[in-house]
């Protein structure tokens, strides 16, 4: 057995595991640029963002060849693709854990950054509706007061069919 390939398919390993976390600090920095509307440190933090995630997305090949080489060297078929658990399962120690464990961060990792992405999509969405709702009314009030611009497009008194919305949150 090589072992400086089961050490080198743990370093990768741990090279992505710390390109997921960054990539859960970025998530979680976005998450308060959000709720600070601080739409600058928001841009720049998602610019930073789709880097770093074009960056896993880039090296994902690096850390699939060094577990088909590992898979190979302990006889495992590569199809379908072996997963860092059914390695694991095959390695001497203290390399089983190194990479079970790191399975079992990834997976983590993966699951936090998918479950804020999903928040930060929703709270965007709000505010979006929100604002909608605010031009909705804003709109409607116009028109109660006659302002605006009538069917045959000249400016004064506009037609008062549209009713006037009111959000929820009023």
Do not use: W
Request: glycine share 4%.
């Amino acid at each position: 057995m090589d072992i400086t390939m089961i050490q080198r398919l743990c370093e990768t390993l741990e090279g992505h595991l710390a390109r997921y976390q960054e990539l859960v600090d970025y998530v979680a920095q976005e998450k308060k640029y959000l709720l600070d509307h601080d739409l600058d440190g928001l841009f720049s933090s998602s610019k930073k963002k789709e880097e770093l995630a074009l960056d896993i997305q880039n090296n994902i090949n690096v850390l699939v060849d060094s577990i088909n080489e590992a898979a190979l060297m302990l006889g495992l078929p590569l199809d379908p693709q072996p997963l860092l658990a059914d390695l694991a399962r095959h390695l001497p120690q203290p390399f089983d854990n190194r990479v079970n464990d790191g399975a079992i961060r990834l997976e983590r990792l993966k699951n936090i950054i998918l479950r804020e992405n999903e928040a930060n999509r929703h709270f965007v969405e709000e505010a979006i509706r929100m604002v909608n709702e605010s031009v909705n009314i804003l709109t409607g009030a116009k028109q109660l007061k006659g302002e605006g611009y009538s069917k045959n497009n000249n400016q004064g008194e506009a037609k008062r069919s549209l009713p006037v919305k009111l959000s929820k949150a009023v």
